[in-house]
C-alpha cells in the first residue's frame, strides 16, 4: 500500500521550514516537505552586507509556538559559538545574512525535506485505507505529483499546505523593458530579487534608477549611494517611488497589537471590499522603511554633500513611471544605450522624462494559485484569489492549508515572520485534533469591533474553480 503522510507541504520558505521544524518531534504527525530548488535560501539577492531583519530574533521559525525548541535562533547561537557575541552586540534584530545561514542550519537537520521535487500536480484520489474497510479513514487522499532530475515521484496525504510563495511583481510600465540583461547596448533591468547578482553590471551602467518604496527600495539605494560618483566607473544613483513620501514603518506598541489573533479574528470578518481598501491603506504598518535607515540615508547624504560635494542623486516622491522604452545608442554614439522613464507626478498631475543607465524594480511580490491544482480543488474569491478560511484552510473539508499566500484575507499578520509561528500551531492542531503547541487566543489589550457589536454577515466572496472557469 502506498504511504500515506498525515501531512505534506509544498515549498520551503520560512513559514513551510518552520512547520517542519515544528511538526518534526510530533509522533502523531508524519510529514513530508517538497520544494524544486536543491536547497534552503532566503531571498539570496537581498543579502547585502549590514541589512537587518524589521523584527526581533524571537520572530524565528519556532520559539513564538515553543521557547524549549532545539529549533531556535538562540538554539543555533549557542551551537555555532556566537550567543554572547549576539548578547553582546545589545540588538535584538539579526541581520538578514544570518537569519539565512539559521534557516539553512534547521534545514538541514530535517529528515522530512525533499529537495529537488518540483510539483506538477495535486488531485484527490480514493484513500487506500478507506477502501481496505477502516472506517477510521476519509474518502480520499491527495495525491502530489513531483518530477525529479530522475522522473517523477508520486505522494499521498491527509493534509496539504500550500506553501508556494510569492512571484517577483512589475508594475504595467516596465514589463516591456524587464529582463534585460547587460551588454554592449545598456545595462540591466532587475528586481530587487536579483539585486546582488547583477550589483556591480549595475554600477557599470554609469546611472542606476531604484524604482519602488518600502524597506528593499530603501537597502538597494543606500547600498549604491555609497560610492556614487566617485572613483572609475563612478555612478549616480535615483530613487523614485509613487508613495507620497519615503514613509517609515510604524513601529509603536499598540499598532504593533494588529499582528495578533484579535485583530485577524477582525479582519476576516470584514468584507471583501473592505479588506481590500484596508490592505493598501495598511502598507506603513509592515512595507514601510525602518527608521533608523531613513536615518542613516539621510545623514549619509549630508556626510557626503558637507563640504560642498555634488551627491548625483534624485530622490522623487509621490512620482510614478507610467510608461518606460530603450533606446539604443546610435551607431556614432559613443557608450550604451539609454532607457526613458516617462514620470507623472500625482499631485502636480505633470510628466517628465527621465533618462537612466539600469533600473532595479523594487515593486515587491505578489501571491498567486499555482497550476498544479486540479480544478475545484481549492475555493476562489470573485478576484482569483485564495479564499481562505480563519483557520487558514481554502477547501470546505479544511485540509488544505495556506501559508504566507493570505495577505488579502488575513491582513498585516500573513507576511509577518513572528506570526507564522502562531499560524503553524492552528495548522497542526487541525491535523492532530489537539493542541500540540498551545494557541494563544487573546494577547492584545485594545479591541477592534466595539464591545458587544456584531460581526459583519458573511460575504459570499468564493467561488470553486470549477465556478470560475464556468464564469468565464
Known sequence: MTRTYDL????????????????????????VFLDQRDGFSWHAGMLIEGTTLQVPFLADLVTMADPTSAYSFLAWLKETGRLYQFYIRESFYPLRAEYDQYCRWVAAQLPTLRWGREVTSVVRVPDPAAEAGDPGESGYVFEVTAQTADGFEKYCAKHLVLGTGTR?????ALIGVAGRSSGEDGGPVVHTSDYLPNRDALRAAGSVTVVGSG??????????LEDC????????VDWVTRSPRFFPMEYTKLTLEMTSPEYTDHYVALPIEQRDVLGREQRNLYKGIS???IDDIYDTLYRRSALGAEVPTTLLSDTEVVAARFEPAGPDAAGAGEYVLTLRHAQLGTTVEHRTGAIVAATGYAATVPAFLAPGLVNLDARGRYAVARDYTVDDDRRIHVVGGEEHTHGVTAPDLGFGPWRNSVILAN???????????????QQFGLPGGTVPDEQPDHQTRDEMEAAR
Not at 168 to 172: G, H
Not at 431 to 445: D, N, S
Open 8 to 31: 505534506l507541504g509544498i515549498g520551503i520558505g520560512p513559514f513551510d521550514l518552520g512547520l517542519a521544524a515544528l511538526a518534526e518531534p510530533l509522533d502523531d504527525v508524519d510529514a
Open 168 to 172: 517577483p511583481r512589475l508594475p504595467a
Open 215 to 224: 524597506q528593499s527600495a530603501a537597502e538597494v539605494y543606500r547600498d549604491l
Open 229 to 236: 560618483g566617485t572613483g572609475p566607473g563612478e555612478h549616480r
Open 291 to 293: 527608521g533608523d535607515l
Open 431 to 445: 491535523v492532530t485534533g489537539r493542541e500540540p503547541y498551545p494557541v494563544e487566543r487573546r494577547i492584545a489589550f
